[in-house]
């Protein structure tokens, strides 16, 4: 079965980087982009961007762009993504989920998630 | 910046139906796709491409789409469905991802 599994929580201090993991298995890594997903606390759903492994493409949004850095590792078919200069209201849970590109109309859809990744940035 | 518009809560009561709405300019070109989130869990996709239900999904959850506007049906809404509901598509370039504030359904 298709399981995204995300690495631990995190306690950061404002300024500092965070770079949290999603290893995927029980499909093929290379056929499907990772998106990320922010969820602060009590509030939506906040898209991030895409990373492929295919070919490392990336796609960030644009509230992110120059701050985060999507990557992936083909041999252990895992996902990561980095989070820089954090400031407190980037205290947030963290999600990966397949799926996310998107074009001629339509998008590969979030069909499956990560269990979340808090990420707690404070002094 | 682009935005897809949802009532922020409504409440029902059980067995009766829960209509949700998303807006948002580009929908008459873009799919719509409806996440469940229930606390402290991930969000679970209940709705793509408009009106297609993922197997798994109960029938008593449907889409539908007019022009600006989609809408997730529950019908016979259940205890189980009180959960906040998120749209998701596309935006007006059709490259980003863009998700609704969310609706907090309440079953009475």
């Known amino acids: 079965q298709v399981q995204l599994v995300q690495s631990g929580a995190e306690v950061k201090k404002p300024g500092a980087s965070v770079k949290v993991s999603c290893r995927g298995s029980?499909?093929?890594?290379?056929?499907?982009?990772i998106s990320w997903v922010r969820q602060a606390p009590g509030q939506g759903l906040e898209w991030m961007g895409w990373v492929t492994s295919y070919n490392g493409n990336t796609n960030y949004a644009q509230n992110f762009q120059g701050r985060v850095t999507m990557t992936t590792d083909t041999f252990t078919d895992t996902a990561f993504m980095e989070l820089r200069s954090l400031r407190s209201d980037d205290t947030a849970v963290f999600y990966c989920?397949?799926?996310?590109?998107?074009?001629?109309?339509?998008?590969?859809?979030?069909?499956?998630w990560g269990q979340g990744t808090l990420v707690t940035v404070s002094s | 910046s682009y935005e897809l518009t949802q009532p922020p809560s409504m409440s029902v009561s059980p067995g009766q139906t829960a209509r949700i709405t998303c807006s948002g300019d580009?929908?008459?070109?873009?799919?719509v796709y409806w996440y469940q989130q229930k606390p402290g869990q991930a969000p679970v996709m209940v709705i793509y491409?408009?009106?297609e239900r993922p197997s798994g999904i109960p029938e008593r959850f449907s889409g539908s789409s007019s022009g600006t506007i989609v809408t997730l049906t529950i019908s016979g809404v259940q205890a189980e469905d009180e959960a906040d509901y998120y749209c998701?598509?596309?935006?007006?370039?059709?490259?980003?991802?863009?998700f609704g504030g969310g609706t907090k359904l309440t079953v009475l």
């Open positions: 989920a397949r799926g996310g590109d998107c074009g001629g109309g339509s998008c590969h859809p979030f069909d499956y």
């Open positions: 998701q598509s596309a935006d007006s370039s059709g490259s980003y991802v863009v």
């Open positions: 029980g499909y093929t890594f290379t056929n499907y982009v």
């Open positions: 491409k408009d009106n």
């Open positions: 580009a929908l008459p070109k873009q799919y």
